[in-house]
């Protein structure tokens, strides 16, 4: 079974800070993780996903998140925050064995807001 | 571009009305979902279906059915609409490690 923990329903930085939100995950086989996000009024999106390949993963707007096997973890962390950014976030786990019947697991979200 | 369609954006319906929720996608995809997305609790999945005529319990499905009828097709099917049921539900599907979202259904029970 798969689950997701998103350290922080809110988190609040200063434009221009360091963002960092954080998902462990719990997989008893190998796992493919992603991060969403959701603009407010809007869709959920891609940011980036971890698929077994390089464990640095890079995604849009300056992105990236590390899995981390030895910490069952996958934060998402982007060096300079911008007004733009202010969204909900969501991690997301599923099994990587290619079954019919994967389950897409989501964490809870994370609330960023991008202080001026 | 994977299209994700669902029915309606905005829905309102009364307590103890039977309620549907279509969904269709264009991409073959085996895999659909059926997840209520509310606030504090993120994405929490209702149903999905692995294949035409299959469908799995997620983690709750209390009040809740499926119809998996044609590959392209998922409902989600309220038997007796409660005002808990109030929430935002997204289709999904996932294919090739990817997962597409439908716009979303806004459903408001009163």
């Known amino acids: 079974a798969q689950s997701v923990t998103q350290l922080g329903s809110h988190v609040s930085v200063s434009e221009g800070a360091l963002v960092l939100l954080r998902c462990n995950y719990s997989s008893s086989v190998p796992p493919y993780l992603f991060w969403y996000v959701q603009y407010p009024n809007q869709g959920l999106q891609l940011l980036l996903k971890y698929t077994s390949a390089a464990t640095l993963v890079k995604g849009i707007n300056d992105f990236e998140a590390e899995f981390k096997k030895s910490e069952t973890s996958f934060h998402l962390t982007k060096p300079s925050a911008h007004m733009s950014d202010a969204a909900e976030y969501f991690c997301?786990?599923?099994?990587?064995?290619?079954?019919?019947?994967?389950?897409?697991?989501f964490g809870t979200g994370t609330l960023l807001a991008v202080q001026p | 571009d994977v299209k994700v369609t669902q029915s309606s954006r905005y829905l309102v319906k009364r307590t103890g009305e039977k309620v549907f929720l279509e969904c269709v996608q264009d991409?073959?995809?085996?895999?659909m979902f059926w997840y209520r997305q509310d606030p504090g609790l993120g994405l929490r999945l209702i149903y999905f279906?692995?294949?035409?005529?299959?469908?799995e319990k997620g983690d709750i499905p209390e009040g809740y059915s499926v119809s998996r009828e044609k590959k392209e097709r998922f409902s989600l099917i309220l038997e007796s609409a409660s005002t808990n049921q109030t929430s935002m539900y997204l289709c999904?599907?996932?294919?090739?490690?990817?997962?597409?979202f439908g716009q979303g259904t806004r459903l408001t029970v009163v």
């Open positions: 991409m073959d995809h085996e895999n």
């Open positions: 999904v599907t996932v294919g090739n490690t990817e997962a597409f």
């Open positions: 279906s692995y294949d035409v005529k299959m469908k």
């Open positions: 997301a786990v599923t099994p990587n064995y290619g079954g019919a019947t994967n389950k897409l697991i």
